[in-house]
């Protein structure tokens, strides 16, 4: 059977196991879910709501980094194999999710922009009609989460800073950030960090370049993560 992936249209972490699993060779299928829909259906495939999933014959394996580990076991990874490396993706998948908060702690403000930013590309008036109806209903509540999660609300954004920083830093010597050679932290640092470049390649690189709110959100970025557009050469 073939590999079945569980994505979401528009995620750095969905992006990170497609290109770990374009990168390494495997062979698979792709569903998309729309954000929401897609509740019922993952939490009977694997107990909980996070995509990615990824189905293999009778197992299930959740999140990105769970599937990075599947592949190193049972396939040639795209990538050199290091402990080092695993450990840099852990603090990185951690600052993915605070990239993903500062990303839409902006967007929520308008709700249009989060719709088409959730749909990255789905065509259609139903879809167009769903996704904004639901940010509608939703955005508040959203809004909400997030100031309890950041009370002050800078710091989604100061800390993916930080962490670019840190990245760069550490790729100055090599051009990886581990050794001298392309590992899982390579991958995992420019799959979660896209959304500040959208290079070409990337989910919804046109949505960041002609979508008012996300363009205007991006210009905060301007001279950060120039290092992408090179891995998504490679992507």
């Not at 079945?4 to 969905?14: D, G, K, T, Y």
């Not at 019922?40 to 299930?60: A, C, H, W």
């Not at 950030?177 to 390649?201: E, K, M, N, Q």
Request: charged residues 25%; glycine residues 6%.
């Amino acid at each position: 059977m073939t590999p079945v992936l569980h994505v979401f249209p528009f995620s750095n972490f969905c992006e990170k196991a497609q290109w770990a699993l374009d990168c390494s060779g495997v062979e698979y299928e792709t569903r998309v879910h729309w954000p929401g829909l897609h509740a019922k259906k993952i939490m009977t495939l694997s107990g909980q709501t996070s995509v990615p999933v990824l189905e293999v014959d009778s197992r299930i394996i959740a999140g990105s980094a769970a599937i990075l580990d599947w592949i190193e076991a049972d396939h040639a990874p795209g990538w050199t194999v290091s402990d080092e490396a695993r450990a840099w993706e852990d603090r990185l998948d951690e600052v993915g999710g605070v990239l993903r908060a500062a990303l839409f702690t902006d967007l929520l403000r308008d709700p249009p922009s989060m719709a088409r930013l959730l749909l990255a590309g789905a065509r259609g008036p139903k879809a167009w009609l769903y996704a904004n109806a639901v940010m509608r209903m939703a955005a508040p509540k959203f809004r909400k989460m997030l100031a309890a999660a950041y009370p002050d609300p800078s710091a989604p954004e100061r800390i993916s800073k930080e962490m670019l920083a840190e990245i760069e830093a550490s790729m100055a010597e090599t051009g990886h950030i581990v050794g001298d050679s392309f590992t899982r932290a390579d991958l995992t640092a420019a799959a979660l960090f896209f959304p500040v470049v959208f290079p070409d390649g990337s989910p919804a690189a046109a949505l960041g370049r002609f979508d008012p709110a996300y363009a205007s959100w991006r210009k905060r970025w301007v001279g950060l993560g120039n290092w992408l557009g090179e891995a998504y050469r490679r992507r």
